[in-house]
């Protein structure tokens, strides 16, 4: 079963609204990161948060991670028609070894 | 510049012809990685590398075969592929490991077994 569930699976707003994306896991990790795919294309990654942070910050992306709940979120402030991709969370578990697990993605759809 | 690199890009062929994708990455990367994106199913991975000569198997290894000779290539091997192995594949290196490490990702092979 997948370690990470993103939630929605499709977002649909308009261009400078601001976009929420949750990503559920199962298993203590070591690391959660996220990642963003154009469509047909490679993932390109976003932001890495360690298990012992709380929130961090780039650009217009914030992700906090809530170890308790075991979950976290991406926002993507002010948004723009070119922010429309999928996109995953990926989790390292502690158990897993080496090995990066991801969730099924969200669609976000941003219209101008 | 920094990339991971696949090839083909697409490939339609038939059962049980071998078939190899090759990966490479010119960023000097310890770890590399092979997985598979399928609708509903998201990422799953199917082999990783931690370095030259040593593999082991993800989630899904079944029906396929890696080898690392070399610390910038990592081509997967079908040897007789079916249709349940048709999907979107992509190699993925890192410096080490996964902790702590982003992930860069060629643009994918679309692969079409008949």
């Known amino acids: 079963s997948q370690q990470g569930e993103e939630d929605p699976q499709a977002l649909s707003i308009q261009e400078g609204e601001n976009a929420t994306m949750n990503c559920s896991y199962k298993?203590?990790?070591?690391?959660l990161q996220w990642y963003r795919q154009n469509s047909g294309r490679g993932l390109v990654h976003l932001i890495l948060?360690?298990?012992?942070?709380r929130e961090k910050h780039s650009g217009r992306l914030r992700v906090t991670l809530d170890t308790s709940k075991k979950s976290s979120s991406l926002l993507i402030t002010a948004s723009r028609a070119a922010d429309t991709a999928s996109y995953f969370c990926?989790?390292?578990?502690?158990?897993?070894?080496?090995?990066?697990?991801f969730g099924e993605g969200t669609q976000l759809t941003v219209n101008p | 510049e920094a990339q991971v690199t696949q090839n083909p890009r697409y490939l339609i062929t038939v059962t049980g012809k071998k078939l190899t994708v090759t990966c490479s990455q010119n960023?000097?990367?310890?770890?590399m990685s092979w997985y598979r994106q399928d609708p509903g199913l998201g990422l799953r991975q199917i082999y990783y590398?931690?370095?030259?000569?040593?593999?082991d198997k993800g989630d899904v290894p079944e029906g396929y075969k890696v080898s690392r000779k070399e610390k910038r290539n990592f081509p997967l091997i079908l040897e007789s592929p079916s249709p349940n192995q048709t999907s979107l594949y992509f190699c993925?290196?890192?410096?080490?490991?996964?902790?702590?490490?982003?992930?860069?990702f060629g643009d994918g092979t679309r692969l079409s077994i008949l």
């Open positions: 993925a290196s890192s410096r080490s490991g996964v902790s702590n490490q982003p992930q860069h």
């Open positions: 298993t203590s990790i070591n690391n």
């Open positions: 948060i360690r298990s012992n942070e």
């Open positions: 990926a989790t390292d578990a502690r158990t897993s070894g080496s090995r990066l697990t």
């Open positions: 960023m000097n990367h310890e770890y």
């Open positions: 590398s931690m370095n030259v000569e040593v593999t």
